[in-house]
Every structure is written in structure tokens, then in C-alpha cells.
């Protein structure tokens, strides 16, 4: 023990003396570039093997999907899930899901764009009387749970006649219900400088001018963060939908992939999986065009050097 | 995220208070509502929920309603199981509900118990072709909220194949707990585990039911109270004692792991206590070509405790305004042959004799009729409606039987947690 634990001891010292992160050899930064990349890989394996699992079930029998098979692949690969999953649900057919999901996702972020922006500005910018006590008030309703106000939202619809259309779950997003995105936009519009509105005033312009063509072309990375959010927020929206909606043809393709998951009769998981992975692809390219403005937006750094 | 538990609890409050104020609303009018003509039909909203199997064979049934019944329009609707009663919940706190509804046992006392229900005693549906032991499954104080479609019956599944593949004869079709239970650990055995006799059926809330009926008691008081003691329940969790930990039993470790699947679905077991309406579904898991049923164990011969529960019912909102035509539209739905020929078995055993002696069965279907009238002779009366959070005391109770195996309790601990989540519950719920 004490032979083989004098040398160690003796050995920090020695590293000490040498540590000079400037100085360091070029073997011993590839080393550690290699086990950090190595780390990383193992970790986004660890985080992707799910998004994996989902692909490679997509192409198996149902019977070979979860239960006791635990390989990934399967040797009985085919595209039938997929041929299933595109015959739609109930003589509804899947194209149908996927454009009511757009009409939802689009118009959402066309009414969050639209509202949020114009009530951040009368926030950030326009000195009205009760301002901060309203500004609070939009806050206390992100504390507000959203099942809180299901029954109550519900009443207001019904008795409106509004249910089984779009506008219970799109009016909200044309009048700025969703609090996230107004406060994002106005903590990005409080760090835009207010020389910028001054100067545009003494040129004369308005509330209208300045907002439009001051405000919106600096808040890009705003705008863009919020449509990404709002987009993927109402592509995944399941709850919603499924109280404000009854007819399957209006369904969205959340409601439509629980209709291949049946607890009391058969449930065909491999059509689901399929069409999990066709449902996805849109929201994965949104997120790829979009991808790089999201840090920006969400950093609420106006302007940059 | 959604959070179940939460929403649940905010629906409930909700609910509770809706049915509050329909309680204070006026009493059932008896006349038939609106109607309709051929010119001017009127439009009733049915809604059920299911796969697109079930989807396509309800549209079928549909057109063929509207064939017959011209001043008639059915506008229908579908989602799935879990999303169908959180749909519901908001609903009948709205005061929406779809004029028809597929309806659900568990549900049943809670929706009736609150006026949310049409009272189908006072509309004219034929159930003369139903088993007189049945109807009462859907009748809460003699108001009568549901009809049912079809029926299931508590069995065994075997697969055949993989008895025979082990060297084990099939199951003559009666046996005792002792009997049942070698049987088990024969599969374990001959398979050197890599077969299971079966997950723990102890942990079945309706095998526990059923063993209570085979011994004269009932699970449940008329006043909604529990009909059986704390020793009843660790006698029933001890009839397993021996065999957890060993082949005979799969071990809780491995049915999470199979989660969403069963075992039984899985190949991973040789038999499953459950519903006989559960065939297609492990057919089409297992990948099995042949799957049989047999009679629950019971010690004594004459009473097997059986029953036909309805898998399925009927139901109407207390609110419909077209409650003639909604009446028509059950009726349709549970006694017409042509409506049996084109569900077959999908929705459970057809309850109406009518109806089930107007469909032939072939296959897997024939088999689940068969299970049925082989032990006709045995039916006792069904049980009344489950009292009011069923559903979270059969959770529960699957939920300690699996610790219980997973070895954190023991059966005088698991029988003490139970029964104090239970007794609370009720207390709630009275």
C-alpha cells in the first residue's frame, strides 16, 4: 500500500507546476477534445434514443413493437404502418389532419404575431394611465393555471354557439391571451434604446409609424422566437382541441393519433408510431429553418455591437 | 404538459357544482321533445369512442338508421377512451352533452347520480329480449340510465400452443384455487422460467370480486359502503403467497417493463385472468394463432361466481331535447340483428337476444359466444352500478397488489393501505 501510494502523492505537485491552459501541448487538447466529444455523443445518443426507438418502430409489425421484443430493428421491415396511417380514421383521411393542424398552427401564429407585438409596444413604449397595474395583471394570468378556467372558457363557448369551430382555440391567440409571448416581446422591446423613438418623433412620426417601421424590424429575433413557440405549442396542443372540437373531421393530428390506441379492443401501435413520425416532420423543419434566431429571441438582447 | 390528476380534480369541481345547479333546475318534463319528418329531419349528436375499426362499423350503423328512420339525421362523433371522459366531464359541467352517448359502467353511477342522465324508463326502448339479470347493471334507485349494448364474462385465457409446446394438457375447464395455482407453477417450471404461469391474479380487482361472490359475499353495501373486511382481503392476497417470486408468477419488474403491453400480449405468459371481450386485442398482441378460454377457479363447483357485466351501454343526456328520437336511436343500436351483424363481437357479447340470435359468429367471435353460454348455468345476477370512484379504488388496488409483489409490503401492510385509501375515498364521495 504505502510503495505504491508515494508516487501518487508526489504527482500533483509536478502537474501543478506545468498546468498553463495557454501552454498546453497539442496532444494533450485533442485528448481532451476527444473525451469531451465522446462524452457529448454518448449523452446525445442517451437523449435521441427515444426519437430512434420511434423511427425504427415505424417500420416493424405491430406484434413486434414494445412488449418483450427489445431489439431496435426489426427483420420484417415494411413501409405498411405507414400505408395505414395514411388511409386516415373513420373514412377521415389523413391529409385532412395534417391541414386542419396547419390552419390551427398558421392561424396561431399569425394572431400571437399580430397581437402580442402591438400590446408589447403600448407596454414598452406608450406611458397610459393603470399601465403597470395591467401589465401585472398579464402576468398574474401565466400563474393562472390553464385548468382553472377550462369550465368557465367552456360555458363562455357554449353558450356563444362557438363549439366544434376554430374560434375557441384561436380567438385567444388574435387578442394576446397568451401572456408568455406579450412579455417576452416587451422585455425585448425594453432593451431597444428609446433614443431610436425619440429621434423618429421629432421626424414626426406616429404611435404607428414608430411602431411599425422602427419596432418591427428590430424585434425580428422576437417575432421569430414567438412564431417557433407558438407554432410547436399549437401542433402539439391535444387538450384544447379536444374539448372545443367534436367533429373528426375537424380533428388535428393529435386527436387522430390516440384513435389508433384503443385500451378496449385492439390498439394499433405501429399505424400511431408511423404517423407520430409523419406528424413530426413539419415541426422539425420549422425548427430547422427557424432554429438559429430562437438563442437571439429568447436572449432578449436588442441590439448587438 | 397537462396534468391529469390536476385537471381531473378542477373537472370534478366543476362538475359538482353543475350538479348542484341542475339540481335546482326543474324536474324531467314527459313529453317525447321535438320531433322530426322525412322532409325536416331532426339531428341528434351520438358520440362513442374506439378505434377506426369500431369508427367505420358505427358509421355503417349509422346510414343504415337513417335509412330506416328518415326523420331521423345521426351527426356522429369519436375520440379515445381517455380523452372521451375528460370530453365529458367539461361537457356536462357546460351543460352540452351529445343528446346519445356509448357509455361506460364505471361512469354510470357517477353522471346518473348527478341528473346528467335521461331516464330511459320514461322513453320507449324494448328490452324485453334482454337477460332480466342484466338489466339492473344499468339502474341506479329504479331509474333506469343506461341500456346495455353487449355483455362480457370473466375468464381464463390459455394459449394452447404453448401448453402443448411445454407437454401440458389443456385445462378441463374446472378447477380449484390449489388446482389453478399448480398449474401456474407447472408452466414455470416446465418452460425453466422463460415462460410465466401467468401475472398475479390476486391483483385483479375482479378476480378478487368474483372469488367474494364464490364465498356469498358482496364487494359492496346497497349504501355504498365495503362488503368485505380487511381479513377477507388478506386471505385472498395469501391464495398467492406461495407462488410470488417464482416462475408461476411474472415478476412486477418485468410487467413494467412490457408496459403498455401485457405479458399475456407479450408471450410472456401462458394464461390471463380478464374480460373475454379482450380476445382481439391478445390476438392481435401476441401474434398467437389459436387463444381459448376457460372458467375462473373456484373452490366450489356450483358457484363460480360469474356474471354478465355490460361492457357497453347506452345512455341518453337528461338535457336532449329529442328524446324521442334518441330512444329510437338506442333501440336501434342494441336490438336490431343487422346492427349485431355489423359490430359481431367488437363491442362485447350482444345483450339483446334479438340481436345476437340475428348475428352469426365465426372465429374468434364464436369462440367468445360459446365462453358465454358454456357457463350460462353459473350467471348470478350482475352487480349494481360501481359506487362513485370505482375507477380510482380498482387503481389503487392494482397498485398495492403490485408492491405487495415487488415485495415493499407486506399482506397485513398492503391490506392496511388499502382499506385506508378506500374508506377515505367513500367518506369523500358520501
Known sequence: ?305 | MINRRHFLTTVAVGTASAAALAACGTGSGTSAGETGSAENPVTINYTWWGNDDRAERTRKAIALFEEKNPDIKVNGNFTDFAGYWQKRATEAAGGGLPDVMQWDLSYLRDYGQRNQLLDLGTVNINTDAFEKSLLPSGQIRGKTYGIPTSTNAFAVYYDPAKLASLGIAEPDGSWTYKEFNEFLAEVGAKSNGEIFGSTDYTGVWWMFNIWLRQNNIEAFTEDGKLGFTKDDLKKWWNQTAALRGTPAIVSEERVTQLAPKSPFGSNVTATEVTWDNFMAGYLADSGAKELKLAPVPSDDPDNLGLFLKPSMLMVASAKTKFKDAAARFIDFMVNDPEVGQIFKTSRGVPASKTQRDGTTFEGTDKLVVDYEKSIEQYLKDAPEPPIVGFGTLEASFKRVASDLNYGKLTIDGAADAWFKEAEDLIKQNA
Open chain 1, 1 to 305: 500500500m504505502t510503495s505504491t501510494a508515494t508516487p501518487t502523492q508526489t504527482l500533483p505537485d509536478a502537474e501543478l507546476a506545468h498546468y498553463n491552459p495557454k501552454s498546453e501541448s497539442a496532444g494533450t487538447k485533442r485528448a481532451k477534445s476527444t473525451v469531451f466529444h465522446l462524452v457529448a455523443l454518448a449523452l446525445t445518443a442517451v437523449v435521441l434514443y427515444p426519437g430512434l426507438w420511434m423511427i425504427a418502430s415505424a417500420f416493424k409489425p405491430n406484434a413486434e413493437i414494445g412488449g418483450s421484443n427489445t431489439s431496435l430493428w426489426s427483420n420484417n421491415f415494411s413501409f405498411d404502418n405507414f400505408v395505414t396511417a395514411m388511409d386516415g380514421i373513420g373514412g377521415v383521411s389523413t391529409l385532412q389532419f395534417f391541414t386542419n393542424s396547419l390552419i390551427l398552427a398558421i392561424g396561431a401564429v399569425v394572431g400571437t404575431i399580430l397581437s402580442a407585438s402591438v400590446s408589447a409596444y403600448a407596454f414598452a413604449r406608450i406611458k397610459f394611465p393603470g399601465r403597470s397595474i395591467f401589465f401585472g395583471m398579464m402576468i398574474a394570468t401565466l400563474l393562472l393555471p390553464f385548468h382553472v378556467v377550462i369550465i368557465p372558457q367552456y360555458i363562455v363557448f357554449q353558450q356563444l354557439g362557438l363549439v366544434d369551430t376554430y374560434v375557441p382555440l384561436l380567438i385567444g391567440k388574435f387578442l394576446a391571451a397568451d401572456a408568455f409571448f406579450v412579455f417576452l416581446m416587451v422585455q425585448f422591446m425594453r432593451n431597444l434604446p428609446a433614443e431610436l423613438d425619440e429621434a423618429a418623433r421629432i421626424d414626426g412620426a406616429g404611435h404607428v409609424r414608430i411602431f411599425t417601421s422602427i419596432m418591427l424590424p428590430l424585434m425580428k429575433p422576437a417575432l421569430i422566437s414567438t412564431s417557433i413557440f407558438s407554432f410547436i405549442w399549437s401542433w402539439n396542443d391535444f387538450l384544447g382541441p379536444l374539448l372545443y372540437l367534436n367533429t373528426p373531421d375537424k380533428y388535428p393530428l393529435p386527436l387522430a393519433l390516440r384513435l389508433f390506441v384503443d385500451q378496449t379492443q385492439s390498439s394499433d401501435y405501429g399505424a400511431m408510431i408511423a404517423m407520430s413520425v409523419l406528424a413530426l416532420l413539419p415541426v422539425l423543419i420549422f425548427f430547422l429553418v427557424f432554429q438559429r434566431y430562437i438563442v437571439e429571441g429568447v436572449s432578449t438582447q436588442g441590439l448587438k455591437g
